[in-house]
């Protein structure tokens, strides 16, 4: 079946965690110059993530990739409130930049980017996964094949 080129190399999931918002500020340094800042939970969050993914990928040639890539993103959440007023893009945003050097050389190269959010309801715990596909030109075509049969 073709649909398996199109299996992830990457299926990575922690359950009881939630993703913080990518909050970017911008402040003066010492010297005047413009710098980006993070908040603390967001940026310990990154490096943790991106230290758990150098584990998992050691000795992995394909890592991190020069090619395009398909990242599908899930928050799955148990609170009715954090379902509500969660800002994906934003979450997405932390998961991407925590990949960057490690699966791919920079974010620029998410040439499909497929995110969701559900809710749990009766579930103790929230979670968040995520999946990769290295797209060459043959499981591109495939994969927006099979993107614009979804729906019909």
Avoid: W
Avoid at 12 to 34: F, M, Q, R, T, W
Avoid at 128 to 148: A, G, N, P, W
């Amino acid at each position: 079946m073709r649909l398996r080129a199109l299996k992830p190399e990457i299926v990575h999931i922690e359950g009881n965690a939630l993703v913080p918002a990518k909050a970017v500020s911008y402040v003066l340094d010492a010297n005047g110059k413009i710098v980006e800042t993070v908040k603390p939970r967001t940026h310990a969050f990154e490096n943790e993530l991106k230290a758990k993914m150098r584990s998992e990928l050691k000795g992995i040639s394909l890592f991190p990739t020069k090619n395009k890539v398909f990242v599908s993103i899930i928050c799955g959440l148990n609170s009715s409130h954090e379902y509500e007023n969660l800002d994906l893009d934003n979450r997405v945003k932390t998961i991407l930049d925590a990949l960057k050097e490690v699966v791919y050389e920079d974010d620029k190269q998410v040439k499909v980017l497929l995110a969701d959010k559900i809710f749990l309801k009766h579930k103790p715990e929230s979670y968040f996964q995520f999946s990769i596909k290295v797209l060459d030109e043959k499981t591109e075509r495939l994969l927006y094949r099979h993107l614009s049969k979804i729906g019909r």
